[in-house]
Every structure is written in structure tokens, then in C-alpha cells.
């Protein structure tokens, strides 16, 4: 007997499915029929069986259940435990870009009214010249200082929470490398389960795609590390042992996001090893 979304087919015998829409797409999404045991059905023998009036009505039944699985799935993927944080970060990354783009505009602006700022916000940080350019005498510049204020806190509220909900997502992840950093190897990824999918040399290039095309395009160096250089381990080695820690942290990284994905709690004996193997890759033999 072969199974098809209208029903079954056993010989010349047509069994149209009775059931309801979501009856019939979890039987569909549930059938486990290979291309090759599939021989398929020309839409005017259904017809002759009086499933369907004609070709409109069989693609009109086609195109419902077509859509109730579509649907289906993406809820089933939105419930995943990981999409929030995963948009949680995309949202701090557009953050940092139009704090970050509204700053420099700022300071374009001030340097109009003291072309003295020029030199001075060069040694400064974002946030001291932002205090310094809300002295100003035009309101409407102040008001909008005062705006990126407010937005800068509000990213670092949303940096907290990133870091807080990553550690009960990826605790074995967020042990090796912190909480922002793994929320950042996941949104870049995709999601948890493409992260736990990747290879460690992938894991160890995520987020160096510029160094990466320019190897391929242009023959330069291969990229060494990607975000995981923000691990301190990382970017506090040395030139000649950089390399051979993120190769092993991208290693650990790989079993850990393996670890969290399936099951989804911290392995302290893992963590520790894995602390321990990366410290000791960092050390000059």
C-alpha cells in the first residue's frame, strides 16, 4: 500500500483519507516513504476515483494541506528555546549600529559649533563625550544626546539579558566563553541546533567572513579565529600561540554546543577539562 496526501493507493484501489486537515498532516508528516519506493499519481486518476471534481479542486486540496504543514512547522520552530535569545542578539547588534552611527553624527554636528572638540573627543570615550556635547545651547541637539542616552542604557540592559538567558540556554558554551560571546557563535549560526551541527573549524571562523573571502579571492592568510577571538584566552595569547587555542577552544566550543543542544543542562566534568585543556594550549612548552 502507498500513501499519498489524498489517502492510500493499494493496487487499483483508491482509499481517500477521511480525517481532518491537521489529521491528515501529521499521517503526511509522519510517513516515512523513500524517493525510491514513491510512484506517483497522475491527478486524473484521482479525479476518476471521485476524491476530486477536477484539476482546480485537487490543487486547491493540495495547496490547504501544503499550507497547514507550513504553518506547523514554523510554529513548531518558533517554540524553540533558543530563537528569543537568537533575536535578542540581533536586536543588541542593531543597537550597537545605530548608537554607534547617531554618536558619530553627534560629534559631526558639535565640532560645527566648537571646532575645538575635533582633538579632544579623539582620547574620549562615547559615553564622556556625549556628557560634554549635552552642554550644548540648541535644544534640539540635546534632546536627541539625551535619546542616545537613553539608548545606550537600554542596550546595556539587553547586554545583561542576552548574557542571562545564553547561560541557561548554553551553559556549557557560556562556561567556556561567556555568556555575550556564546549568544553571539549562536545567532550567528543560525540557532542552537546549526550551531551543534558545525564542525570545530567552522565554530573557529564564525564571524570572520571578510578575512575569509579574502583567502579565497586573493590568496591572504586564512582568518585563525572569528568571534571567539573576544575570549580572553584568545586575544591574551601570544602571536604564535593564538592560533592553537582557538583551534582547541573551537574544539571544546563544538562539544559543548553538542552538549547543550541535546541535553540541555551543564556538565561540570566537562567544563573542566575542556578549561583545563585550553589553558594548557596557551602555555609555551
Given at each position: 500500500?502507498?500513501?499519498?496526501?489524498?489517502?492510500?493507493?493499494?493496487?487499483?484501489?483508491?482509499?481517500?483519507?477521511?480525517?481532518?486537515?491537521?489529521?491528515?498532516?501529521?499521517?503526511?508528516?509522519?510517513?516515512?516513504?523513500?524517493?525510491?519506493?514513491?510512484?506517483?499519481?497522475?491527478?486524473?486518476?484521482?479525479?476518476?476515483?471521485?476524491?476530486?471534481?477536477?484539476?482546480?479542486?485537487?490543487?486547491?486540496?493540495?495547496?490547504?494541506?501544503?499550507?497547514?504543514?507550513?504553518?506547523?512547522?514554523?510554529?513548531?520552530?518558533?517554540?524553540?528555546?533558543?530563537?528569543?535569545?537568537?533575536q535578542m542578539v540581533r536586536m543588541l547588534d542593531e543597537m550597537d549600529e545605530v548608537i554607534n552611527l547617531l554618536t558619530e553624527r553627534a560629534v559631526d554636528w558639535y565640532r560645527v559649533q566648537n571646532p575645538k572638540f575635533t582633538r579632544k573627543y579623539r582620547s574620549l570615550s562615547g559615553k564622556k563625550a556625549l556628557v560634554i556635547m549635552k552642554k550644548s545651547e540648541i535644544g534640539a541637539f540635546r534632546m536627541i544626546i539625551v535619546e542616545i542616552e537613553r539608548m545606550a542604557s537600554a542596550r546595556t540592559s539587553l547586554m545583561y539579558e542576552v548574557s542571562a538567558r545564553a547561560d541557561q540556554i548554553l551553559p556549557n558554551c557560556s562556561a567556556l566563553i561567556g555568556g555575550l560571546v556564546a549568544a553571539r557563535l549562536l545567532s550567528r549560526a543560525g540557532g542552537l541546533l546549526h550551531l551543534a551541527s558545525l564542525p570545530a573549524s567552522s565554530i573557529q571562523v564564525i564571524g570572520a567572513k571578510t578575512a575569509l573571502f579574502s583567502h579565497i579571492r586573493s590568496g591572504t592568510p586564512p582568518p585563525k579565529?572569528?568571534?571567539?577571538?573576544?575570549?580572553?584566552?584568545?586575544?591574551?595569547?601570544?602571536?604564535?600561540?593564538?592560533?592553537?587555542?582557538?583551534?582547541?577552544?573551537?574544539?571544546?566550543?563544538?562539544?559543548?554546543?553538542?552538549?547543550?543542544?541535546?541535553?540541555?543542562?551543564?556538565?561540570?566534568?566537562?567544563?573542566?577539562?575542556?578549561?583545563?585543556?585550553?589553558?594548557?594550549?596557551?602555555?609555551?612548552q
Open positions: 500500500m502507498q500513501s499519498y496526501w489524498f489517502g492510500d493507493v493499494r493496487g487499483d484501489e483508491y482509499i481517500p483519507f477521511t480525517g481532518s486537515t491537521g489529521e491528515n498532516a501529521q499521517r503526511i508528516m509522519e510517513s516515512h516513504t523513500g524517493m525510491d519506493r514513491y510512484v506517483p499519481v497522475e491527478w486524473t486518476r484521482v479525479r476518476d476515483q471521485g476524491i476530486v471534481r477536477d484539476r482546480e479542486d485537487y490543487l486547491d486540496k493540495l495547496r490547504e494541506i501544503c499550507f497547514f504543514i507550513a504553518e506547523y512547522k514554523i510554529a513548531q520552530h518558533y517554540r524553540g528555546r533558543d530563537i528569543e535569545l537568537l579565529h572569528g568571534i571567539i577571538f573576544q575570549h580572553r584566552r584568545v586575544h591574551n595569547a601570544s602571536k604564535e600561540r593564538r592560533g592553537r587555542v582557538a583551534r582547541v577552544l573551537a574544539a571544546k566550543l563544538a562539544i559543548a554546543a553538542r552538549i547543550d543542544y541535546y541535553r540541555q543542562e551543564a556538565d561540570p566534568e566537562f567544563i573542566q577539562k575542556a578549561q583545563d585543556a585550553i589553558e594548557r594550549a596557551g602555555v609555551v
